[in-house]
């Protein structure tokens, strides 16, 4: 594993000349902005800076729980892998026939499935292997829209195309600096939650990251449409793919060698890019590239196959998921081991579900769990080493590589999104820092929003 550094992660920000500032609206927040100073200063007692899985259920709870809340995304939406990232089937929230994660979460997909006029997958049946039918498909669209009426409903202020660039822990709080659209801001705050999936603020903070040299392929969401599958000759569309990757003109790895699936589910969560990153401008530019890249040369070879000449693609969207990048080095670290057999931390706050689902260049063979098995998910797993007024939630929990795959998703990270924004909570009116806060508190505030603890 290495480590980055806070030069790394600022390297492909760069000279920003800022032509002037924007206003910015407070309600719940003190604003200064001093004379001759072209950084505005605004005060919250909470910041989230990521607004995707995680991030958007902790600036819920922890508004809801009485604290000013600001949210920083920097991209234009909430919701991340649901719905930039076109993952629009999050789970697993049931366990061998029971609710085990509930919450703003919960609440957020099930009233995007009512509104949209869905059903919910019958969760009593016990699908075993095919975890996949207990996720629930929802509309991302739908889902964007009610993240951010909760954020308003609740009192979030959010920020949308912001991008953090220094982080400062001062007189026992935080002074985060953020470069956006025409402004340059210092957010002072009391707690900080990092939901940026690559722990890119725990970095920034001087708190220690992991990663591994060779990481998880990311997979840009797609759909086909303008073919009959089943009328096309499978076995001359196989014939014709290897000899075009032995050309080198398709890599074979793309598409996880699978050319037949990927015309039977018209692309859906198929593509597979090799070494995805979005850490920082520079990689996230080339994973979306290459993800982009790799569907125009696969619709070409496509089109020119019989019965697929009208072959096109219906939506794409606008990043390549990614799945795998940086790791806080947490206090606690979750283990394959202690996920497999269902260890019952003793400051167990979440539960999560999901088998071992390690993707690599030859694809995904995901490893259940042993019936009844249910991992949980500690707080001190959520803490960086070291650190003061922080708390991280989303895959960049502090866990080894194994356990990472099946933490990941996005089920397992609204748990988390809601610990760490109640923990965040209690910790500022209590005036201490999250290690610190007693866990049968954190539980009850969460308890009474609806969420489930062990």
Same mark, same amino acid.
């Not at 920020?159 to 956006?180: K, M």
């Not at 397992?412 to 508190?441: D, E, F, H, R, W």
């Given at each position: 594993m ?14 920003? /000349?800022?032509?002037?500032?924007i ?6 927040? &003190?604003?200064?902005t001093?004379?001759?100073?072209d ?15 995680a991030?958007?259920?902790? %600036? ?15 991209g ?41 006029? &869905? ?25 964007? !829209? ?52 690559? %722990? ?6 001087? $708190? ?12 840009l ?15 001359m569309?196989?014939k ?40 920082? /401008? ?22 020119? !196959? ?6 096109h ?12 990048? $940086? ?5 606690s ?13 003793? &400051? ?5 579900? $999901?088998?071992? &689902? ?5 694809g ?28 991280? %939630? ?14 990941r ?14 923990? %965040? ?23 009474d ?6």
């Amino acid at each position: 594993m290495i480590k980055i550094t806070r030069r790394a992660i600022l390297k492909t920000i760069g000279s920003i /000349s800022v032509a002037g500032l924007i206003p910015i609206s407070t309600k719940a927040s &003190d604003s200064d902005t001093k004379p001759g100073n072209d950084i505005r200063t605004i005060k919250t007692d909470i910041l989230v800076v990521g607004g995707g899985t995680a991030g958007t259920i902790a %600036a819920i709870q922890a508004a809801r729980a009485g604290c000013s809340t600001i949210l920083v995304e920097n991209g234009s939406q909430l919701g991340g892998t649901t719905t930039t990232g076109g993952v629009s089937f999050p789970g697993l929230f049931h366990a061998w026939g029971k609710q085990v994660i509930g919450g703003i979460g919960w609440e957020l997909v099930t009233e995007a499935v009512r509104l949209n006029d &869905d059903k919910l997958p019958d969760f009593t049946i016990p699908y075993g292997k095919d975890h996949p039918k207990h996720q629930v498909r929802i509309n991302p669209y739908l889902y964007t !829209l009610l993240a951010e009426e909760k954020c308003l409903e609740a009192g979030v202020k959010l920020r949308f195309y912001e991008t953090i660039t220094e982080a400062t822990f001062r007189d026992n709080n935080w002074e985060v600096e953020t470069i956006g659209k025409g402004t340059r801001t210092k957010i002072v705050c009391n707690q900080l939650i990092d939901c940026t999936g690559n %722990a890119a603020l725990t970095s920034l903070a001087g $708190y220690g990251v992991l990663r591994e040299e060779i990481t998880q392929p990311g997979s840009l969401m797609f759909k086909l449409g303008g073919y009959d599958y089943p009328s096309l000759d499978l076995k001359m569309i196989r014939k014709r793919y290897n000899e075009e990757v032995m050309k080198g003109r398709l890599v074979k790895e793309e598409f996880r060698n699978n050319i037949e699936g990927l015309l039977s589910s018209a692309g859906d969560n198929i593509s597979h890019i090799l070494g995805a990153d979005s850490t920082t /401008s520079t990689s996230h530019t080339i994973t979306n590239v290459n993800g982009r890249t790799s569907l125009l040369n696969t619709l070409r070879f496509l089109r020119e !196959l019989p019965g697929c000449e009208r072959i096109h693609i219906i939506s794409m969207q606008p990043e390549t998921g990614v799945r795998e990048t $940086y790791r806080i080095d947490g206090v606690s670290q979750i283990t394959k081991d202690d996920y497999v057999s269902g260890k019952r931390f003793e &400051d167990a706050v979440s539960y999560s579900f $999901y088998p071992i &689902d390690l993707h690599d260049k030859e694809g995904i063979v995901p490893k259940q769990l042993t019936e009844g098995i249910l991992p949980t998910i500690p707080l001190r797993a959520l803490i960086p080493k070291n650190s003061k007024n922080f708390i991280v %939630a989303g895959r960049c929990i502090s866990s080894d590589r194994l356990a990472n795959s099946a933490l990941r998703v996005q089920a397992s990270c609204m748990g988390m999104g809601q610990v760490a924004g109640a923990t %965040a909570a209690l910790a500022c009116k209590q005036n201490t820092s999250p290690l610190y806060v007693s866990i049968n508190q954190i539980k009850s505030l969460i308890a009474d929003n609806g969420g489930i603890v062990p």
